[in-house]
C-alpha cells in the first residue's frame, strides 16, 4: 500500500506555485509528511549568454544564490507553519534536478502546477513539468491547468477518479486511488474509457476493472464509457464532482486503450488536480 512522507514541492515563486504549496501542505497534514521546498537556479548561460568572466561568474552565482535562499526562506512561511519543512536552493537543469533529488531522496510525491495560463498555454505543459511527468519514477500532483483555475484551498476529496488503461501500470494506479481515497474517506469510481468497440468489449474490460479493484482491496464503482479517453475522462470528473483525477502513465498501451498517449490532454483539460502514478 503507498504511503506519503515526504513530498517534493519544486517552487519558481509565482501564483501557481502558491497554489501547489497549498495542496502540499493540505495532503502533508493529513499524512504528516515532511515537505521539501525545492528552488533550482537554471545554469546562467540560458539567461546571461556564454560570455561571462570568471571572477564575474563567481559573484553572479553567489548573488544569485544567496537572493534565492532569502526568497525561498521567506516563501509562505505563514501558511506552512506547523509542517516539517525543508528548503533547498540547487543550481542545474530544473527538471534533471527535481527527478534526481526525488529518487535519492526516496520522494513518495511530487507536487508542482502546469503553469497553464494565456490564450495558448492552456494547450500545452510547461517544459519543466513535461520532463518530470516522463521522468519521475514517483507520483506527479499537478494543479488544474485551466486558465481560471478553482482555488487550491481547502482541498476537498469528496470523490475520487481513477482512470485506468488496465496495461501494467493499472494495479499500481488503483493502489493509490484507494490509499488517497482512505485517508479522505472519499467516494472512489473506477472509470476505463473504450475506445474500442463498446459493445464488443465492454464486458471484458468490467471484469478486468473488477479483478484489479479486489486485488487493490478498493471500495469503488466500476464504470465503463465509451468514447475519447481525455474527453470521457475530465466529463467524467465534473460530472462526479471530484477533487481529484488518478492515472497511470509509463505503460504501455493496455489490452483494451492506451491512456499513456492521451495523459497530458487529461492533466491540460481536467477540472480538479491530477495525480499521475
Known sequence: ???????????????????????AR??????QAEIV???????????????????????????????AAIELEDFLADELAGVPVRRLVLNGDPAAQIVNFAHAEAVDLIVMPTHGYGPFRRFILGSNTAKV??????PVWTGVHLDQAPPAEPLKLEAILCAVDLGPQSARTIEWAAWLQKQYGSRLTLLHALAADFD?????????????????????????????????ICCAAARLGAGAVVIGRGSAAGTFGRLRTNSYAIIRQSPCPVVSV
Do not use: K, W
Request: with cysteine; net charge negative.
Open 1 to 23: 500500500m503507498p504511503t506519503v512522507s515526504r513530498i517534493l514541492l519544486p517552487v519558481d515563486f509565482s501564483e501557481r506555485a502558491a497554489g501547489a504549496a497549498r495542496y
Open 133 to 138: 511527468l516522463h521522468d519521475s519514477d514517483c
Open 37 to 67: 521546498l525545492m528552488h533550482v537556479l537554471a545554469p546562467l548561460h540560458t539567461e546571461f549568454g556564454p560570455d561571462l568572466g570568471g571572477a564575474m561568474l563567481i559573484d553572479v552565482y553567489r548573488n544569485r544564490s544567496q537572493d
Open 26 to 31: 493540505c495532503l502533508a497534514t493529513r499524512c
Open 200 to 232: 464488443g468489449f465492454a464486458e471484458s474490460a468490467e471484469q478486468e476493472l473488477r479483478r484489479l479493484q479486489h486485488e487493490a482491496g478498493a471500495d469503488a464503482e466500476i464504470r465503463v464509457e465509451p468514447g475519447e479517453p481525455a474527453r470521457v
